[in-house]
């Protein structure tokens, strides 16, 4: 497993907290500037950093995560991220932060233009669900079958 980010005090802070997990691999690097040329995996998990990204700069984003499959047909991909309908509740410090937010019908799209096949889901509080997503605060969408 490998845990990747552009902030070197994020993977610090992760690399104490998950220190009993031994098969994570910590690199700092910048996505947005490259692909990984040395890694290879068969799924992606992207949790709150979608909505980090430049959306000028999202599809050089993807384009250089998804260089690190080892197989397009069994690639996946799960991205988490607070959803559209639910920025009107955040506060400033997350609206400042928060500057490529997604709802689930963008979200659906960004990944069916990488991969055949998305699903998408809600959630809330702790139940993730096939709901109405426009009530939903966080939104999950899985890619599978890289294009």
């Known amino acids: ?3 990747v ?8 802070e992760n690399r104490e907290r998950l220190s009993v997990i031994r098969n994570i691999k910590f690199i700092q690097h910048d996505m947005n500037n490259a692909p990984l040329d040395d890694v290879k995996v068969s799924g992606i998990y992207l949790v709150d950093v979608i ?3 430049d959306s000028a700069n999202e599809e050089k984003f993807l384009k ?3 260089a690190s499959y080892s197989d397009k047909e069994e690639a996946v991909m799960i991205i988490g991220t607070p959803n559209l309908a ?3 509740h955040a506060s400033k410090q997350s609206a400042a932060v928060h500057i490529n937010l997604k ?3 963008s979200l659906k799209r960004l990944l069916e233009k990488y991969f ?7 959630m ?3 139940v993730v669900h096939t709901g109405y997503a426009p009530m939903c605060h966080y939104i999950w969408g899985i890619g599978c079958g890289l294009r």
Do not use: P, R, T
């Open 1 to 3: 497993m490998y845990a």
């Open 103 to 105: 709802s689930q019908d």
């Open 5 to 12: 980010d552009w902030e070197d005090e994020f993977l610090k």
């Open 116 to 122: 055949y096949n998305a699903f998408m889901f809600g």
């Open 64 to 66: 250089n995560i998804c």
């Open 51 to 53: 909505e980090h990204v």
């Open 86 to 88: 639910a920025a009107q």
């Open 124 to 126: 809330n509080d702790e």
